[in-house]
């Protein structure tokens, strides 16, 4: 049975280099990976970015609890990454892990084309991302257009 992918297109007024370093900066990934409805909502992505080397995918809390991990696969600055993906519990069992590749492209004048393709996906996680990929690739665009995050527009009462 084929496991279901995720592909997401955005198009963001930027430069590949300023949208890789949004992918791959600890300080910049918190200012857009964000749940407005969470009690601690940033989240910040921690490696070398090397090929071959750990990923980890963390949140800002006093644990610094990690919700998803994996490798880099491939990593050409400033276009291409590729990740596995994969969940803490079920990091050592390589058939229960995704792959996400982010691929950046000049568009036109000044436009970025920002290609986010998540392979392999289980049924839990295809839920999870379906929702989640479009609202932090849209706090990704907000933010590097306007220095503020959409998620920060919000408020919750």
Do not use: C
Not at 3 to 14: A, D, E, L, M, W
Not at 15 to 22: D, I, R
Not at 88 to 117: C, M, Q, W
Request: aromatic share 8%; proline share 8%; glycine share 4%.
């Amino acid at each position: 049975m084929e496991k279901p992918s995720f592909v997401y297109v955005t198009y963001i007024v930027s430069t590949p280099e300023k949208v890789w370093n949004a992918l791959i900066d600890p300080e910049i990934t918190r200012q857009y990976w964000l749940d407005p409805l969470a009690k601690n909502p940033a989240h910040i992505n921690v490696s070398n970015w090397e090929p071959g080397s750990e990923w980890r995918h963390e949140r800002l809390d006093d644990a610094r609890t990690t919700d998803i991990m994996g490798k880099v696969v491939e990593s050409i600055p400033p276009r291409r990454l590729v990740l596995t993906w994969a969940r803490p519990k079920e990091i050592e069992e390589e058939s229960k892990h995704a792959r996400v590749t982010f691929d950046i492209e000049p568009y036109a004048n000044g436009i970025v084309r920002l290609v986010v393709t998540h392979e392999d996906l289980d049924p839990q996680m295809f839920a999870g991302i379906s929702v989640g990929w479009p609202g932090v690739l849209s706090n990704l665009k907000t933010f590097l257009e306007s220095g503020r995050a959409l998620a920060q527009h919000i408020s919750v009462t």
